[in-house]
């Protein structure tokens, strides 16, 4: 299974995985120790990557036509015509992508050690990132 194939599956699944953090460890009174040990437990780690594995493995499974047609209502035009009948989005993907569920629950724990190591500068860049935040607020209600 090439890695750029894991990489390029994963990334999203990890993004989606961080973007909740800053607000969990702003909650949270002492949200470094707590995020850090609720990422590092191995129940917490089983838990996420069998979801995680079981969520790949369901999209794998889904009907590309609805794709399709949001592709053509992008401008794709003959995005229907050339996907085949009855395909899933797995078929499409190739056989490679059959062995991604269980490559994302292997990999998923180490993940999640990696984020619990990155707790401690989520914390130091809480401030920073609150900040991000309110310009980017105050740059959207400009928009309306």
Do not use: C, W, Y
């Not at 990422?39 to 794998?60: H, I, K, S, W, Y």
């Not at 009907?63 to 035009?77: I, N, T």
């Amino acid at each position: 299974m090439s890695k750029r194939f894991v990489s390029a599956a994963l990334t999203p699944l990890v993004a989606l995985a961080l973007v909740p953090a800053p607000a969990m460890a702003r909650e949270q009174s002492h949200e470094g120790a707590e995020m850090a040990r609720q990422l590092e437990d191995p129940r917490n780690q089983q838990a996420v990557a069998n979801a995680m594995g079981a969520m790949f493995g369901m999209m794998l499974n889904m009907k590309a036509a609805p794709l399709a047609k949001a592709m053509e209502a992008m401008g794709e035009s003959d995005a229907a015509r050339r996907i085949p009948r009855g395909a899933t989005l797995g078929d499409l993907a190739g056989p490679e992508a059959r062995q991604m569920p269980r490559e994302i629950k292997r990999r998923v724990p180490g993940m999640m050690t990696a984020m619990a190591s990155m707790t401690g500068m989520l914390d130091e860049m809480m401030p920073q990132l609150e900040a991000i935040s309110e310009q980017m607020e105050r740059d959207f209600r400009r928009l309306d």
